[in-house]
Nanobody, 126 residues
């Protein structure tokens, strides 16, 4: 069974940093492409970043460059989302999601991502 488990969320002050983790069970990241999404209160879920082990990373929003970074540790079968200079508007539930096949990062539509984690809440205080 494919399972994704996010962790690392919490309450942080504006200007701080967090590293979120997405641990994979039941598959290896070489066979999948992983995306990070977030859903702020009262808003739709939006795509942030994606990582393909074969094709590298892709930003879904140009405005987040330098603010979010994606990386992976194959030995731990875990993908990370580093968030620096946190702002109150970064408050959201953050999700990782997987696409079968390990190909290029897909168009950022939810229906292209076949497996989802339960999310981890990040709250940024001003």
């Amino acid at each position: 069974e494919v399972q994704l488990v996010e962790s690392g969320g919490g309450l942080v002050q504006a200007g701080g940093s967090l590293r979120l983790s997405c641990a994979a069970f039941g598959f290896t990241f070489d066979d999948y492409t992983i995306g990070w999404w977030r859903q702020a209160p009262g808003k739709e879920r939006e795509a942030i970043l994606c990582l393909s082990s074969r094709y590298g990373s892709a930003y879904y929003q140009d405005s987040i460059k330098g603010h979010f970074t994606i990386s992976s540790d194959k030995a731990k079968n875990t993908v990370y989302l580093q968030i620096d200079n946190l702002k109150p508007e970064d408050t959201a539930v953050y999700y990782c999601a997987a696409v079968n096949g390990g190909g290029k990062c897909p168009t950022p539509l939810e229906r292209y991502f076949e497996h989802w984690g339960q999310g981890t809440l990040v709250t940024v205080s001003s």
